[in-house]
């Protein structure tokens, strides 16, 4: 900056005035853009967990959705079985020769179930 004593007070005034204003709004603009630049590390760190919360959601519901499927072929196989055993006691299960391989005999209420090797 001039020497003072080289320019007149006013042109020395209003020269200071003028870096002094210039600072400032340096000063504002860089405070605001370290805002801004605050602001999107908060958004993006938001985001971030909001999608592992998505990812997280997505397996859990996958997982349960594995469990049900899992679960209700198990039920499918047991009335399978439940199916082929109530109608063993009038058709014995064959071989492919044509032998019986066994007669199940089934009480009604499933209490008792017994194999009787032929």
């Known amino acids: 900056m001039a020497d ?3 320019v007149p007070g006013s042109v020395y005034c209003t020269m200071s005035t003028v870096i ?3 600072r400032y709004v340096y000063c504002t603009m860089s405070t605001a853009l370290c805002l801004l630049r605050y602001i999107y590390c908060a958004m993006s760190t938001a985001l971030c967990l909001l999608h592992y919360v998505y990812c997280t959601m997505s397996t859990a519901l996958c997982l349960l959705h594995y469990v049900y ?3 209700s072929t198990a039920l499918c196989l047991l009335h399978y079985v439940y199916c082929i055993m109530s109608t063993n006691t009038c ?3 064959r071989t492919n020769c044509g032998h019986p391989l066994l007669t199940l005999s089934v009480n009604r209420d499933l209490t008792s179930i017994s ?3 032929i």
């Open 115 to 117: 194999t009787i090797p």
């Open 91 to 93: 058709f014995p299960l």
């Open 69 to 71: 499927c899992a679960m």
């Open 20 to 22: 002094y204003l210039l």
């Open 4 to 6: 003072p004593g080289s």
